[in-house]
T-cell receptor
Framework: DTGVSQDPRHKITKRGQNVTFRCDPI?????LYWYRQTLGQGPEFLTY????????KSRLLSDRFSAERPKGSFSTLEIQRTEQGDSAMYLC??????????????????FGPGTRLTVT | RKEVEQDPGPFNVPEGATVAFNCTYS??????FFWYRQDCRKEPKLLMS???SGNEDGRFTAQLNRASQYISLLIRDSKLSDSATYLC?????????FGKGTMLLVSP
């Protein structure tokens, strides 16, 4: 399977615990994105990487959230001291940096299956 | 004002019907636009990009009106398998801004 993969698929944790999620992008893609989605909402942007550089962070990304992409391949998203409001689906996506061929936008992002976080 | 707005629906249509969704965006600097499809409890999947000249992919037609800042998706000959939430997307500076989605329910 050459798509985006995420691990774990589901995580239940108690309030105050730390959690870490992993994303493996499509191997040819330079950019990697993290989104959060709650019920009835579209995905909301959290942060993105171009290779190993974290280029943008949303205001949604509080100090308790940190993301890394140390070698420009997989990425991790850590949430410290989880709160019930952190319960959501955490989606990872990847894309090319520049259009790979005519007719394909570099903005086309491909999503992984997500990690569903439940904080009790 | 939300950056990308969509009617949440649901749109209930019979098989074979034609249905259209509209979406408006507020960032006039947006350059690229997309429609994604999301099934219940699954990840969004890219349905089609939206080009200024309009584009068609089988039963699906997307249109972009930059002057009015709206995007549309037309689905002809609806199938049961088209039942899903359709997410309208506009680019920010380097990222995607999603609408809340429009739910489509196609019934036999």
């Amino acid at each position: 399977d050459t798509g985006v993969s995420q691990d774990p698929r589901h995580k239940i944790t108690k309030r105050g615990q730390n959690v870490t999620f992993r994303c493996d992008p499509i191997s040819e893609h330079n950019r990697l994105y993290w989104y959060r989605q709650t019920l009835g909402q579209g995905p909301e942007f959290l942060t993105y990487f171009q290779n190993e550089a974290q280029l943008e962070k949303s205001r949604l990304l509080s100090d308790r959230f940190s993301a890394e992409r140390p070698k420009g391949s997989f990425s991790t998203l850590e949430i410290q001291r989880t709160e019930q409001g952190d319960s959501a689906m955490y989606l990872c996506a990847s894309s090319f940096l520049s259009p790979p061929r005519a007719g394909v936008s570099s903005y086309e992002q491909y999503f992984g299956p997500g990690t569903r976080l439940t904080v009790t | 004002r939300k950056e990308v707005e969509q009617d949440p629906g649901p749109f209930n249509v019979p098989e074979g019907a034609t249905v259209a969704f509209n979406c408006t965006y507020s960032n006039s600097a947006s350059q690229s636009f997309f429609w994604y499809r999301q099934d219940c409890r699954k990840e969004p999947k890219l349905l089609m990009s939206v080009y200024s000249s309009g584009n068609e992919d089988g039963r699906f037609t997307a249109q972009l009106n930059r002057a009015s800042q709206y995007i549309s998706l037309l689905i002809r000959d609806s199938k049961l398998s088209d039942s899903a939430t359709y997410l309208c997307v506009a680019t920010g500076y380097s990222t995607l801004t999603f609408g809340k989605g429009t739910m489509l329910l196609v019934s036999p």
